[in-house]
């Protein structure tokens, strides 16, 4: 049941940041086929990138912000290129680039503002005591990298902008082997159109704002988190016997322990969130002969 919110048509154009990567090129997608008109910044070029240029491009970025409606900010520098990258570039990327282009945006009339943040950011919160972590918003996120730390300052950049604004923190959604990718499907991975879908959602009900996790569909219940993480396999052959047949049937292990389940229950609340590619998606989808 909706909560918050109420449905508005589409306002007109939209700038994506990191519109060639793999997020960002997917909430582009979605945006254009719900009739918005798309400008896309990145510094890899792609089909929906129209600016390429870094986002610390002073003047390329006030270019693409330029006469826009919303802006979706998914460029970061991301958990892979921890250790590579220095912990100042980090910084420079993900937050202080953020802090311009929030207040670019401000300043020149763009909002609502969609930022794309990651359930990394609970980093050490994740981290089970006798029983799976159920993961909400209530949480609290105890960072552990100089990533989680910058993905949660740029979070707080734009709650505090002044402008709409709505985080979305993302599950797991990068290509996986598939049965990692099943495993992680049923408690804490979301498929990146569902992630697509909920973008827009957030966008089009007018008056949503704050912070939503985005994952799932997942099998499992609160009251499930002290099972899960001593016999998960008996849990999941009561919510989903045919998930647990599926997997079976593919000679993939079912998980005997988990350690977490995110829950976006308040993004189906708050903007009508319903993710539909989750485990049995992909099980129907290895079915029909699906291997990526």
């Not at 909002?111 to 949480?139: C, F, K, M, N």
């Not at 979070?155 to 923190?169: H, N």
């Not at 959604?173 to 959602?201: I, K, M, W």
Request: aromatic share 6%; proline share 5%; with cysteine.
């Amino acid at each position: 049941m909706l909560t918050q919110g109420r449905k508005t048509a589409p306002a007109g154009a939209v700038v994506v940041t990191g519109s060639s990567g793999r997020v960002g090129s997917a909430l582009a997608a979605a945006f254009d086929a719900a009739g918005w008109t798309v400008r896309g910044l990145d510094r890899m070029p792609g089909r929906w990138t129209s600016t390429v240029a870094d986002l610390r491009d002073d003047r390329a970025r006030r270019a693409a912000l330029r006469s826009a409606d919303v802006l979706i900010h998914a460029a970061a520098l991301h958990a892979p290129h921890v250790g590579r990258l220095s912990d100042a570039e980090f910084r420079a990327v993900n937050v202080d680039a953020t802090a311009a282009l929030v207040e670019d945006a401000a300043r020149l009339g763009v909002g609502p503002i969609l930022y794309i943040s990651s359930t990394s950011v609970y980093g050490h919160a994740l981290v089970p005591a006798g029983q799976a972590v159920w993961v909400d918003e209530r949480l609290t996120p105890l960072p552990r990298d100089i990533y989680d730390e910058t993905k949660l300052a740029a979070e707080d950049l734009v709650a505090s902008c002044g402008v709409p604004a709505v985080t979305l923190r993302i599950a797991r959604c990068f290509p996986e082997p598939l049965p990692v990718r099943a495993r992680h499907l049923l408690h804490r991975a979301v498929d990146v159109t569902d992630v697509a879908a909920a973008g827009v959602l957030a966008v089009t009900y007018s008056a949503v704002t704050g912070t939503f996790n985005v994952s799932g569909p997942h099998p499992f219940r609160r009251e499930d988190c002290r099972a899960l993480h001593r016999d998960a396999a008996a849990v999941l052959a009561e919510r989903a016997p045919d998930v647990v047949e599926g997997f079976r049937d593919r000679g993939w292990a079912v998980p005997g322990r988990l350690d977490r389940v995110y829950d976006s229950t308040a993004a189906a609340n708050a903007f009508g969130y319903s993710p539909v590619r989750g485990i049995r998606h992909l099980l129907r989808s290895a079915a029909d002969g699906w291997t990526a």
